[in-house]
Each structure stands twice: as C-alpha cells, then as structure tokens.
C-alpha cells in the first residue's frame, strides 16, 4: 500500500571504487570502468528488487559524486584546474571545477545506465540529477557572474538530458536540491523556478530531494547548530507546493524536522524519509512503520511513499542493504496496520 524508494545513491562494491567515501576513486579506467560500472548497477538493480523496493534506481554507481558525475559531460567547464570553494554557505571546503565558458553538453549524460536499468526491470524507475542551484552553489563561477544566469544556464542542460531520461523509459526523473535547505529566501525566489526550467515538458513524474545531506562528519556537525527544531523546510515548501513538481523528498526519521511541515505540501506526493543515513543501526521494521504513522496525521495515505533520508553513498555496503530490506518490511507492516486503501 505504501510504495518504497531511494533517495538516490548506493554504497559503491569495492571493486569499482573506494568504499566509505563521498569523493570514491575508482579501480579501474576506460572501458574496464565503464564494464564495472553498468555491473555495479546491475547488481544493485537485482538487490533493491530483492529487497521488495518499488521504485527502483541506478544507486548512482557511475558517478563519483551526485553534481560533478552530470559536470564532466559538460562544455565550458575547465576540470582540469579545480579551486578551493567553501559550498553549502561555507560548511565544507571541496575542490571544484571552474565554469569559463558558456555552457553545452557534450552529448548524453546517463544514457547507459538509464538503458541497463530499463531493460533489467520491470518494475518503475527512478532517475537522479542534481538541481540547479546545488550545482550552483558546487562550481566557481568565472564566466556568468550571475548565480541566476548560471542556475538557468544549467536548468537548460539538465532539461535536455531529462527529456532523453525521459524516451529512454524512465518513469521519475528526480533533481537533487540540498542547497535549498542552506540558501531558503533564494530557493523561494529563483530555486524553484531553476527547477521548473529543469522539468519543463516532462510527462513523467517529477521530483525533488531537499535533505540536510550525508551522513558524513561536517554534516552531523552543521545539524548540531541547527537547533532543536529545524524549520529550513517551511521557507521553501510553500514555493513547491505551487510549482509543477509532483513529488518533494524530506528527511524524517531521527531529524528535528516538525512534523506538520509536510502539511505544507498540500497535493503532492511526499516521500517521507523513514531510513536514517547518518547511523550504521539498521532501524526495525516497527520503526519505520511509526515513522509512517507520525506522517500520516500530516500526507494523506495515496500520496505518502516510504524512503530513505538522503543518499547511501558513503556507508556500509552489508548496512545499506539490511536498510533497504527494512525499508521495504516496515512500509508493508505500515500496509498491514492501515488495511487497504
Ligand atoms: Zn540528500
């Protein structure tokens, strides 16, 4: 009764990249990396599916990470001398690419993937981009000068590569949109329009992830100074509730987050996070289903979908699974308590 999916990505098998990490690298080059690549998501299409999931995704095995696995099929964007930014508002310092050109893709982005994943399952699947304004906010900027220019600029590229997503049989096409919950009165003002442009003339569902991001060590950090309640959500989710996007992506389990937020997106779908990705306990199936129930008083039943908090990425590859079964048993323990709609 409650559908199941991932936020997005995966813990990588150790013989493709690095594992426990947010930046992987990857064990192989040219087209033995690609051969791992289509692999690793071939085995965690069959294990998600395993795990009783109803969405399915690629768990992002062919990117080393959710923006710049999109970046390097882009033109104007110089790789090869990164700089040293502090993104999500100064929370961490990473080396990015630098934008010094007008923008193109070179080609298609996830074609591959998108094309495994279509034709090794039947049931419905999901594909991840990132936003643009998260990808705003994780290049240096030396050619636009203007953080609206450069979002829309890239609104048209993820659009482009949507649209494909789209004839190639994927059924949700999801933008990642962290920074939302870091820049709220400018996700208000032109995030959500950025994001609209991303999904102009999609027919298949569309959706959006706003999270408080991995479970990685400057994140637990950041969400310390946060407070007891964070309310990031209520500045950004009114805007959301007006836009075109049909499903929104929030974190809830084990988060500050009031509940009664989620009323605030009226009409969508919500995909409630009832995993947490910021701890190695594999929650039980009667967790998640309380996680459910608490939602349930705020997301009428037809809308609400059971997933994860944010990405798997980083974690234990045994755990992330174990997650993914518990998922899967506490929205059909959720089913049981709630009889059939
Ligand atoms: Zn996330």
Redesign the pocket.
């Known amino acids: 009764m409650f559908r199941t999916t991932i936020?997005?990505s995966l813990p990588k098998p150790a013989w493709l990249a690095e594992t426990h990490k947010l930046w992987p690298r990857w064990k192989a080059e040219g087209a033995e990396l690609q051969r791992a690549k289509l692999d690793a998501t071939l085995l965690w299409i069959k294990l998600q599916e395993d795990a009783g999931l109803d969405v399915i995704g690629d768990g992002e095995m062919s990117r080393q990470h959710f923006v710049h696995g999109f970046l390097e099929q882009v033109e104007g964007i110089d790789f090869v001398h990164k700089v040293e930014m502090g993104i999500r508002a100064d929370r961490y310092k990473a080396m990015v690419p630098q934008v010094v050109a007008p923008l193109a893709l070179r080609g298609r982005v996830h074609e591959a993937e998108a094309k495994l994943l279509r034709a090794h399952t039947t049931r419905k699947i999901k594909f991840t981009l990132p936003g643009p304004m998260t990808i705003v906010d994780t290049v240096a900027d030396r050619h636009y000068g203007d953080r609206v220019r450069l979002a829309m600029a890239f609104a048209e590229l993820l659009n482009q590569e949507a649209l494909a997503l789209q004839a190639d049989g994927v059924d949700v096409i999801q933008f990642?949109e962290?920074a939302f919950n870091v820049y709220m009165d400018e996700a208000a003002s032109w995030g959500v329009a950025a994001l609209e442009r991303a999904a102009q003339g999609l027919r298949c569902t569309t959706a959006v992830?706003?999270?408080?991001?991995?479970g990685i060590a400057a994140n637990v950090d950041w969400k310390k100074t946060l407070g007891h309640e964070w309310r990031q959500y209520e500045r950004v989710f009114p805007a959301l509730a007006r836009s075109v996007i049909d499903q929104v992506?929030l974190?809830c389990i084990h988060s500050h987050v009031p509940p009664e937020l989620m009323a605030l997106l009226h009409g969508k779908d919500v995909m409630v996070g009832v995993i947490d990705?910021a701890s190695d306990t594999v929650e039980t199936p009667e967790e998640v289903a309380d996680t459910i129930d608490t939602a349930l008083r705020w997301v009428p039943r037809q809308h609400l979908l059971a997933c994860t908090?944010?990405?798997m990425a980083p974690m234990d590859r045994d755990v992330a699974l174990a997650k993914l079964q518990a998922l899967a048993r506490g929205a059909a323990l959720a089913g049981q308590r709630h009889g059939p709609g």
């Open positions: 936020a997005g990642d962290p992830h706003i999270c408080y991001g991995y992506s974190e990705v908090n944010c990405g």
